[in-house]
């Protein structure tokens, strides 16, 4: 008899049965739009320019490959810091922040959520927005906290409940922690004006709400690394300390190499210090310390002046293409005679787009035209190319007239 | 952290890593894109194999799986992760986990963070005989609740070098399979320790061939001298195919929320050098230098402090094997050799043997010698 007898089947990850679907289908004209990564504009993955080059810096140092500190690459880790803060943010300046390099976007988060687990004794209740990324749940469930809600997305106008954000976020028991996505919401697009940012970080300092950002577009946003930070950066200078987890994965494209970092702004660099020992406690039983090579590349781009501008031009590039293939999305389905409201289309940003499609409506484009996405009628804008886009709308149309 | 050195007392990259790192670099059509979230196919399948051999009725069996980890901690505490929630009931954090006495250091944080609440030591180090205390290790295996977990070093014991002999292996498995304990390898030497692969994954074999279902947290640091690439993986023996499939299946839930996927880079270097027959000769022989190194130096130890005629026993010396020797120093004398002859030791009295070298050999030997002649 066996120890696993009453182990059950994990239930099936339900975008990855998107992309099996996918593959298996022979339909020439087939579209794979559950992809959460790049695609240039052949529907090719995207490995950067600056990155090869930073790559290739490397490989001449022929460097060892002694364990990293716990805390991860320092030179990444500032780098990173900056990046997100702005060279010119006081907390910054003054040091009163410490970053960890975490496991990309999902370790990062886990870093933060296990620490909250261990030191926030306030709550064990996290606010996500409705909805949020699918992980997200699991992550802070498997940390020992309890997720929560507050209403962030409209299915009647494909944009954001502003008023029923604000409503709920009013309500939360004080000192919560709150979950808030930095830029290019996953899986909606819709991010908060700047003003209404204003509005939400005003009503989480009243409420004294522990705010946890997951910044895992920066650049790929809007195309500007300060934009699409703007929300994080304001709340910091409205006296609140964040704790913030990045990602390098889609921003570099150096999604399998696993660069990501968290982040803890506190009251003085000598809390830092405390707060860093305490991270690095969590993490040595985790995996001890972490990779080095995607954060060597990370690092090197960061830092040099000369791959830190040519990344920004790579990184406004795939923004571009994205705003660009959203904008040839709506102008195809004018074209085919549509009659319906598709602003939210180029109103949202970042890789996914909640086209609003019906879950029947999403079937139909599976069945008949061979174009897959998630049931919530989320597309990632990143498997759009100007060779298919026409086909797309062409699709959309028929199954929305 | 310890990691190999040279006889110059330097880091090592291992020429085949090196070698592969450039067929990496210079193949245009790899990327950056997402491992599945058990890893790298090629490297699992690989991986897995040089534990368990190629010949291994687990494998041909359809009856293993793997899951890429960030290293042998990594491998570790998914193992935990997923014991905890899986092993002998649903979510019982009272399984009592056993941690061999002394341990790495660590052992014992992974299990607490997975969520075990009864951690407790079995005997191991026999201080007064310098070797295994096989009877008190025995003893505790009798005496611990059935179903206990025991974490078992595979090869080159961490920190003492103390390992059972195959005679004692087969007496600690009989007394495992009576008592339904649960045994969770632990291998980070694999081929550092004797050299020979095959050799230091004997326990790990042996217990498949008994039918144990294991588990064995792999690391390529030491072996591949890949440390902070973060290689490793966990091997998983079962009883049938599907039972594997189910295991792993909540695995990748465990995963998802830990590191989503593991990263790329270095399990593209072991997976690329395991399945080449070439490179992988080369690496074998790359393992063997350095295994090698360490094994002249423990012979070369020993045979001076006989030479000086140094009170005591040194066989323990070359009995021991692997990164790690238990010298038998006290505190007192550790700490002379710290404070007076600048030669650093833990406070156990281990040593890491990668720090020997042929230019220091006589100065530590002579060193040895003093501290335990001059302190008591």
């Known amino acids: ?401 | 952290l310890a990691a190999y050195r040279t006889d110059e007392g330097q880091p090592w990259v291992l020429p085949v890593v090196r070698k592969v790192e450039q067929v990496i670099a210079a193949d245009g059509s790899l990327n950056h894109e997402y491992l599945p979230i058990l890893g790298l196919p090629e490297f699992r399948a690989s991986a897995s194999r040089i534990a368990l051999g190629d010949g291994s009725p687990a494998i041909s069996e359809n009856r293993i799986g793997s899951v890429q980890s960030l290293g042998g901690t990594g491998a570790l505490r998914i193992g935990a992760e997923f014991l905890r929630r899986w092993y002998n009931g649903n979510n019982n954090t009272a399984t009592p986990v056993y941690i061999s006495s002394p341990s790495w250091e660590n052992h014992n944080a992974v299990f607490v963070d997975a969520g075990f609440k009864d951690i407790r030591t079995y005997h191991y180090w026999d201080a007064a005989k310098r070797g295994l205390d096989l009877h008190g290790l025995l003893e505790d295996m009798e005496k611990a609740p059935e179903f206990s977990i025991f974490i078992l070093h595979a090869c080159a014991h961490n920190p003492t070098g103390t390992d059972p002999t195959p005679d004692e292996w087969k007496q600690i498995a009989a007394v495992m399979k009576r008592r339904f304990l649960f045994p969770f390898f632990d291998s980070a030497y694999q081929g550092f320790a004797s050299g020979n692969l095959d050799k230091d994954a004997w326990a790990v074999r042996y217990f498949v061939s008994e039918g144990f279902e294991l588990f064995c947290a792999q690391s390529f640091s030491k072996n591949f001298g890949l440390y902070n690439e973060r290689v490793g993986n966990l091997t998983v023996v079962g009883k049938d195919a599907d039972s594997v499939k189910r295991v792993l299946s909540q695995m990748e839930k465990i995963v998802r929320t830990t590191w989503s996927n593991p990263p790329s880079q270095g399990a593209r270097i072991v997976a690329t050098t395991l399945t080449s027959p070439q490179l992988f000769a080369e690496w074998k022989d790359n393992v063997k230098t350095m295994a090698d190194r360490v094994l002249l130096m423990r012979s070369e130890l020993r045979s001076r402090l006989e030479s000086l005629g140094t009170p005591g026993t040194w066989n323990h010396i070359t009995d021991q094997i692997g990164m790690f020797s238990f010298t038998g120093l006290n505190p007192k004398q550790v700490e002379y050799m710290i404070k007076e002859k600048h030669i650093y030791l833990m406070a156990s009295g281990r040593i890491n043997m990668c720090g020997l070298t042929t230019k220091n050999l006589d100065y530590v030997a002579k060193s040895i010698h003093e501290a335990v002649t001059k302190i008591q």
């Open chain 1, 1 to 401: 008899s066996s120890w696993w007898s009453h182990v059950e089947m994990g239930p099936p990850d339900p975008i990855l049965g998107v992309t099996e679907a996918f593959k298996r289908d022979t339909n020439s004209k087939k579209m794979n739009l559950g992809v959460g990564a790049y695609r240039d504009d052949n529907g090719k993955p995207y490995v950067l320019n600056c990155v090869r080059k930073a790559e290739a810096q490397i490989a001449a140092k022929k460097m060892d490959k002694e364990y990293l500190p716990i805390a991860g690459l320092a030179d990444f880790t500032r780098a990173s810091a900056e990046l997100a803060l702005g060279e010119n943010s006081e907390a910054f300046k003054s040091g009163r922040y410490v970053t960890v390099q975490g496991i990309s976007g999902t370790g990062s988060l886990r870093i933060g959520a296990n620490f909250l687990q261990r030191f926030f004794k306030s709550s064990r209740d996290v606010y996500l927005p409705k909805p949020s990324w699918g992980n997200h749940t699991p992550i802070f469930r498997d940390a020992g906290l309890q997720l929560q809600a507050y209403r962030y997305y409209d299915p009647k106008t494909c944009s954001l409940d502003f008023s029923g954000a604000m409503d709920d976020i009013s309500k939360i028991p004080e000192k919560s922690i709150i979950l808030l996505h930095a830029c290019a919401h996953n899986p909606t697009g819709v991010d908060p004006r700047q003003e209404q940012w204003k509005e939400m970080a005003a009503v989480v300092k009243k409420r004294n709400l522990l705010v946890y950002f997951d910044m895992a577009y920066q650049g790929f946003a809007s195309g500007d690394i300060n934009r699409d930070a703007w929300a994080v950066r304001h709340f910091i200078e409205q006296g609140i300390n964040i704790v913030l987890a990045q990602s390098y994965a889609k921003n570099m494209g150096l999604y399998g190499e696993r660069v990501g970092a968290f982040t803890v702004i506190c009251s003085d660099a000598e809390e830092a210090k405390r707060v860093e020992s305490q991270l690095k406690i969590l993490i040595r039983p985790m995996y001890s310390n972490p990779p080095i090579n995607g954060a060597r590349i990370a690092s090197l781009i960061l830092n040099s002046p000369d791959l830190r501008k040519e990344w920004l031009v790579e990184v406004k590039s795939m923004a571009d293409r994205i705003i660009s293939m959203r904008t040839q999305l709506v102008s195809n389905l004018k074209k085919e005679g549509s009659s319906h409201n598709w602003q939210h289309i180029t109103d949202q940003i970042g890789m996914f787009c909640f086209t609003g499609l019906k879950p029947e409506q999403v079937e139909r484009l599976t069945k008949e035209f061979s174009i897959y996405m998630t049931k919530d009628g989320r597309i990632s804008v990143a498997g759009v190319t100007s060779g298919n886009v026409g086909y797309l709308a062409h699709a959309i149309h028929q199954v929305t007239k």
